[in-house]
């Protein structure tokens, strides 16, 4: 096996020993223990190593239930990498390992989503938090500071949420502190630059994102993820949602539900119009 250089990223498993040369005396120890337990199995007539199959299939169903990989690590005891390993990568290359210790499947299939979600929480109240100050112009790579987070998981935090996936209880805590700290201050005054204020409260706006001030009067349901805010969408929308819903939902017709919302029929027809994404055609 070819010997990587420098030190090794971390020493959890047997790859500082292995890839890295690494003898300090607790991963000398690892190996050792490693190797007895090989010892063990052979004489036991089990095998050392079995298919990954129902691991990864494992892995991969705890993460369509919105638990982290580091998550199913630290309830299995085991390292994140570890876990990995079994995983196609994000560029969708294979997986680097297709064959596992009886010991360490029986750790990771032993998790449950109710055991690994333990100190997570839903993430609505903080995705509302970090669109709010980025429409009040703060860049989110400059919220990553005040937050104590890497800038990259700012954006990443709300593309999460967005698909219901639960975070850290932790995180959501320095969100809302960073958050309760921020809500009243000017961007301008920590240094950010006009243009970059500009361009965050129009990115906002193009995806209506509600402000600090919406929230203002509605912090009681913030974190609500069943409350919808209404924010950026007009009268006309909202009786092209309400009209989609009694005709498709109840089977009411254009002039029956322009009827039962209080409208003519002229004002849905004109509210399909404007969003035609929540248009049905039906018998006048």
């Known amino acids: 096996m070819t010997r990587r250089t420098g030190e090794a990223p971390h ?30 199995r052979r004489r036991e007539g089990q095998p050392a190593l079995i298919d990954a199959q129902p691991v990864r299939q494992h892995l991969t169903a705890l993460q369509a239930a919105g638990i982290s990989v580091n998550a199913v690590a630290r ?3 085991l390292d994140e990498w570890t876990l990995r390993n079994f995983l196609p990568s994000p560029s ?36 509302r938090r970090i669109q709010a100050l ?22 990443d935090l709300v593309r999460r949420t967005e698909s219901e996936h639960p975070i850290r209880s932790a ?27 500009r361009r ?14 919406y929230w203002a009067d509605r912090m009681d349901v913030i974190d609500d993820p069943d409350f919808q805010p209404l924010y950026g969408v007009t009268k006309r929308e909202i009786v092209a949602q309400d ?17 039962r919302l209080g409208v003519s029929k002229a004002y849905i027809d004109h509210a399909f119009r404007d969003h035609p994404q929540y248009a049905v055609e039906a018998a006048a």
Do not use: F
């Open 171 to 197: 995180t959501a805590a320095k969100v809302a502190e960073a958050y309760e700290h921020l809500r009243d201050e000017r961007p301008s005054r920590h240094g950010i630059e006009a243009r970059q204020i």
């Open 11 to 40: 020493h959890n498993n047997l790859t500082c020993y292995t890839d890295y040369g690494c003898r300090l005396p607790d991963c000398v120890e690892r190996r050792r223990q490693w190797q007895r337990d090989l010892r063990r």
């Open 200 to 213: 965050m409260r129009k990115l906002a706006a193009e995806r209506k994102w509600p402000t600090v001030t």
């Open 92 to 127: 969708g290359k294979r997986p680097r390992k297709h064959r596992v210790t009886p010991e360490t499947a029986r750790k990771i299939l032993a998790v449950t989503a109710e055991q690994a979600a333990v100190g997570y929480t839903d993430g609505t109240g903080t995705r």
């Open 75 to 77: 309830t299995a005891g």
């Open 243 to 259: 009209a989609h819903w009694v005709m498709t939902t109840i089977g009411l017709d254009r002039a029956s539900a322009a009827e």
């Open 134 to 155: 980025v429409a009040n112009g703060w860049p989110m790579r400059r919220l990553a500071e005040h937050i104590g987070l890497n800038p990259s998981y700012v954006g």
